[in-house]
């Protein structure tokens, strides 16, 4: 096995284990968990366009339609103006300025 090869599947696989635990931090109770989770998933779908972009547009829309409950959100709050969703919205505008791979 070549060192090159050996490098890109250690690559491979924490850019994998990146976009798993950014996905799990979409569910987490604090806002901040939250926001660091869609940092980590924009990252890896600018980056790596071909690899997680679509995944990471698809995962975005679904959280987006229906964002964890909370109960720190006020009564009254629509789901929109949360700074999650917001934030939401943000990396999904600029991974469709990209024109990302469908």
Known sequence: ????YTIERDNAER????????A????????????AGLQILKGLA???AEGFGKQTKDLLT????????????SHGEKSEERPDVQE???VLA?????NLPE
């Open 1 to 4: 096995m070549s060192r090159s």
């Open 15 to 22: 850019r994998n284990s990146e976009y798993y635990k950014g």
């Open 24 to 35: 799990e931090m979409l569910s987490s109770g604090e806002m901040f968990a939250r926001l």
């Open 46 to 48: 600018t980056g790596d």
């Open 62 to 73: 679904a959280f987006v339609r229906h964002p964890p409950r909370l109960d720190q959100v």
């Open 88 to 90: 939401a919205n943000a």
């Open 94 to 98: 600029t991974l469709s300025q990209r």
